[in-house]
């Protein structure tokens, strides 16, 4: 059996993380989002590569793909379940690893997590915040539950599994190159697309 370093990281590697999968394989959710990154990406520039931190079963690449269908996609996914989905999705680049256990092989030009880092071991964070920098060659992108201060909350009858905070404030505190060019806000009751509600934060090296 796989050893992880956090409890994090074998809860959504097992059955919940399978169950996760059931709950959210809907298209709809990819509607909302080619809408979602539509409007990240008016705001970069020449984006050929991107990669995924968290990507379940790809329903954030499927649509970037909508989008910019000539750049090269990769993704980092720890649930093997999830993988399978994935890897038949054509032109993803997948890493079956826990992100924690990643190593950057090559900078890409757009690295980013979707409602992934709300999940991570608070402790392990930092460590998360250094392969995002070093992954990316000028664009990071945070889709997370924001709170200005960090804050655990139960999460579906479980503790220690969700976790808000200012995760893109800390990693412009923590790498003085990097700047907020734009970010907003994704609300549930949207009338068109499927949204939980989370803040989003483009930022740039």
């Not at 999968?21 to 590569?49: D, M, P, Q, W, Y």
């Not at 655990?152 to 800390?170: C, M, Q, T, V």
Request: with cysteine.
């Amino acid at each position: 059996m796989e050893k992880f370093q956090t409890e994090q990281e074998a809860f959504w590697a097992g059955g919940f993380g399978n169950d996760y999968i059931e709950r959210n394989n809907n298209l709809r959710i990819v509607s909302g989002n080619i809408s979602l990154f539509a409007h990240i990406f008016k705001c970069t520039r020449n984006i050929s590569s991107i990669i995924e931190f968290g990507a379940n079963i790809g329903l954030n690449l499927i649509a970037i793909k909508s989008l910019l269908p000539n750049a090269e996609l990769s993704a980092i996914e720890i649930n093997k379940k999830a993988v399978k989905k994935l890897s038949s999705v054509e032109g993803i680049k997948v890493y079956n690893e826990s992100i924690l256990n990643f190593q950057p092989d090559y900078k890409r030009d757009f690295a980013f997590s979707k409602l992934v880092l709300i999940h991570i071991d608070p402790d392990m964070l930092q460590h998360v915040y250094d392969l995002l920098y070093q992954t990316s060659n000028k664009y990071i992108c945070i889709a997370e539950y924001y709170n200005p201060t960090p804050l655990s909350i139960p999460y579906r009858g479980h503790k220690n599994r969700l976790f808000k905070r200012d995760f893109a404030g800390e990693l412009l505190d923590r790498y003085t190159d990097l700047k907020l060019i734009d970010y907003g806000f994704a609300y549930r009751r949207d009338n068109y697309h499927e949204y939980d509600d989370f803040n989003w934060f483009l930022l740039e090296k």
